[in-house]
């Protein structure tokens, strides 16, 4: 026998997940803010996600992929045959 179905209760169950989604996030913004702010007027030493310019990626500078006109290096030949 399939239950009796309260769409009151699970309207409001829906609709309370909801907001404690809601008031998670917000208050993940308002900590990321306040932390952002408190970077900015020098309370707080930044971090390395934010260190550089805008755009720059964070840390040493990393080799990409080879350039084209550039030769790649490939594996050291003893006489210099590459059929052997």
Do not use: C, H, V, W
Not at 20 to 39: H, V
Not at 64 to 76: D, N, V
Request: glycine share 10%; hydrophobic share 20%.
């Amino acid at each position: 026998m399939p239950r009796k179905p309260n769409y009151k209760f699970e309207r409001l169950e829906r609709q309370r997940t909801k907001a404690a989604k809601k008031a998670a996030r917000l208050d993940a913004k308002k900590e990321k803010t306040e932390k952002r702010k408190a970077e900015i007027a020098g309370i707080l030493p930044a971090d390395d996600e934010f260190a550089g310019s805008p755009g720059e990626p964070p840390g040493p500078p990393q080799e990409g992929p080879p350039q084209a006109g550039q030769p790649q290096p490939g594996p050291p030949q003893e006489d210099g045959d590459p059929n052997r």
